[in-house]
């Protein structure tokens, strides 16, 4: 490799492998040796790119950091369009499977309907 860069020698490499905890193939540490010389001549020729007067970036985008404007748009029919998407759902609500458990409940006389068994149930 040409330039002022490091050089990429066969004890470097056998130090790079046993750094990486790499077992590498004799063939392999000459393929290696060969793909970080390309890639530092890459840098190298980065290096050599005259960048006279050229201001640095913080950032490639020209965002300014600035929030977007906090609008409310219409969406109409929302609940219901909502509830529709849903999986299961059933008197205009979302019907999830229990996460919470305990005991169940048994209906008594004070109850206007008995109790249904959970739809949600069904989903495990």
């Not at 393929?31 to 970036?57: C, K, M, N």
């Not at 020209?62 to 529709?84: I, K, Q």
């Not at 999986?87 to 409940?105: C, L, N, Q, T, Y």
């Amino acid at each position: 490799m040409s330039g002022s860069g490091p050089t990429i020698d066969k004890e470097l490499i056998e130090r790079l492998a046993g750094l990486a905890r790499l077992g590498l193939a004799e063939d392999e540490r000459e393929t290696l040796r060969d793909e970080l010389e390309s890639l530092l001549g890459h840098f190298q020729a980065l290096q050599e790119v005259d960048t006279e007067g050229v201001e640095p970036l913080a950032h490639v985008l020209t965002a300014t950091g600035e929030p977007g404007v906090d609008a409310v748009d219409p969406f109409e029919h929302a609940r219901d369009r909502l509830v529709d998407a849903a999986a299961v759902h059933r008197e205009g609500f979302f019907v999830v499977p229990r996460v919470v458990e305990g005991p169940e409940r048994e209906a008594t006389d004070d109850d206007a309907a008995p109790v249904d068994p959970d739809p949600a149930d069904e989903l495990d």
